[in-house]
């Protein structure tokens, strides 16, 4: 079946540096990406996503990079700032929405 | 208008009780989904709403029953609850439903945090 996960449950990161959060999918017939924000006591609000067609796509102060041949997915946040921390899910869109389990993002001032 | 609303904020509830949960939206999405959100892990589907229809169900027990009034309104009925449903319960919206081949942004509401005693 097709498994969307995260490689770390947490990350802690220095205010001003950047942030990488990765992910790993099984599926290799998953063809869109989607990364999601989830602060405490929200719901998951979105980033950035990504199609299989493309390797790189950028928003501000995020990037997300597709590498297709190893099936892995990640997340850049550049100039992390405090309003960062958060739950970051990767999830894949193919019939309905799979969440990977999430990397927790602590900003440190 | 770009949000997702839901009803009420917290919810706590005996075993016995019967409640319902409530979620708005004014986008003109046509599919709307209910999420059941443990502590620390992903959101899991439920419920998939396509055109006021039910078209997903996640094998989910009977004690919760979705149901879509119109196509702004989703509401879950709770029923003979477990201690152990006690979770986030996130509604979302999409333009659309997810076929393959279809990208449709979800939209996510703020939850409803419901324990049950």
């Known amino acids: ?109 | 208008d770009t949000e997702v609303t839901q009803t009420p904020k917290h919810l706590v509830m005996g075993m016995t009780n019967k409640k319902s949960l409530k979620c708005e939206q004014h986008m003109g999405h046509r599919a709307m989904y209910w999420y059941k959100q443990k502590a620390k892990k992903p959101p899991e589907l439920m419920f998939v709403y396509s055109y006021e229809k039910l078209s997903i169900n996640e094998s989910v027990p009977s004690r919760f029953s979705p149901e879509c009034p119109n196509s702004s309104l989703l509401n879950l009925h709770l029923h003979a609850l477990q201690p152990e449903d006690s979770a986030l319960y996130l509604c979302a919206s999409s333009q659309d439903s997810m076929g393959q081949g279809a990208y449709n942004e979800q939209f996510f509401g703020p939850g409803t945090r419901l324990t049950v005693l």
């Open chain 1, 1 to 109: 079946g097709e498994n969307v996960g995260l490689h770390l449950p947490t990350l802690s990161v220095q205010e001003g540096d950047n942030s990488i959060i990765n992910c790993a999918y099984s599926n290799s017939a998953s063809d869109y990406f989607i990364w999601y924000k989830q602060e405490s006591g929200k719901g998951p609000q979105f980033i950035i996503d990504i199609r299989s067609n493309m390797d790189k796509r950028q928003g501000q102060r995020v990037t997300v990079l597709l590498n297709k041949t190893v099936k892995h997915l990640s997340l850049q946040i550049a100039a992390t700032q405090p309003g960062d921390s958060a739950v970051y899910f990767c999830a894949h869109q193919g019939g309905k929405l799979i969440f990977g389990q999430g990397t927790e993002l602590s900003v440190k001032p």
